[in-house]
């Protein structure tokens, strides 16, 4: 594997630290459907978390950033509980790597990078995957992209303690460039669907950030799963052959609204029509299609808002103002809910308007200035290495 040029080290002296990057991403269509075994549909975008690793002498593991104050250092046989701070994300994947059995030789990790905190593009699992190479490189082992998507889900899962689906980590992973990625996440399939056929050539991702924080972390998203999760269970028994909620129709849930909670209802209602509108985005895109795209985007985010409820009042005045601006087809909240990002197709023709509008706008209604960043589809972590990672660690029991 091939880690990526030593240009600069940020807080690294040592010109023999390697460095391993993982992007970000954006989801442009398929939320809350990942813990479901429903259909996400993703792309990265280029920030970048890099992490740059060398040996260490002491016989310890140090973690450090240049975004935080903090830095921790443990032992290998150091099983201490977490930090309950950014350190947790890269230490969750050595734990990871450890109940596996990998052995990893002590090392000094810092993370660098310009992903941006808090809004819904997933810097969680970009440090989280950056990690992971990372370790894997220094101790001279291999993985499959899936293999590697799982684990750090489960660093997340179960030393962070965030409920999150797979899709961040896999599409941080697997991405390829100029293309977005749809996942099937109950077997972890996928295809790669171009963003520059037909009428999409002349279409720009434009990223809108709320700058209201969000956190999977947080007790609203995993409330919003637990509601989720009743409800398919109560499906599940009604109808046995039902693997999840990926397999209902709305005729199902129906059925059973007298035997679930208003909230469980709704939470269940928006999953299921969530996964027919990817299937639709998938077939706007395969026929180069923005105007259905962009109508399947903006009809996600009323689901979204309203069954749910995971919008607040900035992302609904966003998503509401650009629909209503020249060359925009279609926007929706991105990510977790709760703050965060909008995301929008816009006609690259009327991009730089559009955007100025936007700001315009959101500082008039909320005296906030509005970050905008205009992404194309790039690489996953794995493409930007030399060669695909193949498994000598055993999978997670």
């Known amino acids: 594997m091939r880690p990526l040029s030593d240009e600069h080290q940020s807080g690294q002296s040592e010109s023999s630290a390697l460095q391993f990057a993982a992007p970000a991403r954006v989801n442009l269509i398929g939320e809350h459907t990942d813990y479901t075994g429903g259909f996400v549909m993703p792309m990265a975008i280029p920030f ?37 701070d950014w350190s947790d994300y890269p230490v969750g994947v050595l734990r990871e790597f450890q109940q596996r059995g990998l052995q990893i030789p002590p090392f ?94 002349g279409c720009t991702i434009v990223v809108a950030n709320s ?26 028994e009604r109808f046995p052959d039902l693997r999840d909620l990926a397999d209902a129709t709305l005729e199902q849930l129906e059925a059973c609204e007298h035997e679930l909670s208003p909230e469980s209802f709704r939470r269940c209602r928006h999953i299921i029509t969530e996964n027919h509108r990817v299937r639709e985005a998938r077939e706007a895109m395969l026929a180069g299609d923005p105007r259905r795209l962009g109508a399947v985007m903006t009809a996600a985010h009323a ?9 607040i009042d900035e992302i609904d005045f966003l998503v509401d103002t650009a629909v209503g601006l020249r060359g925009c087809y279609g926007a929706r909240l991105t990510g977790g809910g709760f703050g965060g990002c909008t995301v929008n197709l816009v006609n690259t023709a009327n991009v730089d308007e559009f955007i100025a509008a936007l700001r315009s706008a959101y500082r008039s209604k909320f005296s906030l200035e509005l970050e905008t960043y205009r992404c194309a589809a790039v690489d996953g972590a794995l493409a930007r290495s030399a060669a695909e990672l193949k498994g000598n660690v055993p999978e997670a029991r």
Do not use: W
């Open 48 to 84: 970048s978390t890099v992490a740059h690793l060398r040996p260490a002498t002491d016989g310890k593991y140090t973690f450090s950033s240049e975004r935080f104050s903090t830095a921790r250092s443990m032992t290998p046989d150091d099983r201490s509980s977490r930090a309950k």
């Open 108 to 201: 000094a990790l810092h993370l660098t990078g310009d992903v941006p905190l808090g809004a819904g593009l997933s810097s969680s699992a970009s440090v989280e995957v950056a990690t992971a190479i990372a370790l894997l490189s220094h101790a001279q082992a291999t993985l499959p992209a899936a293999t590697i998507a799982k684990l750090c889900q489960s660093a997340e899962n179960n030393y962070v303690g965030s409920p999150c689906g797979i899709m961040d980590q896999f599409v941080v992973t697997a991405a390829t460039a100029e293309h977005a990625l749809l996942l099937n996440t109950r077997d972890l399939t996928f295809e790669l669907l171009p963003m520059n056929k037909g009428d999409l050539a």
């Open 211 to 236: 700058g209201v924080k969000h956190s999977i972390a947080g007790g609203d998203y995993g409330l919003r799963r637990r509601e989720v999760e009743a409800g398919q269970t109560r499906l599940r």
């Open 303 to 311: 689901s979204e808002r309203d069954d749910f409820e995971c919008s």
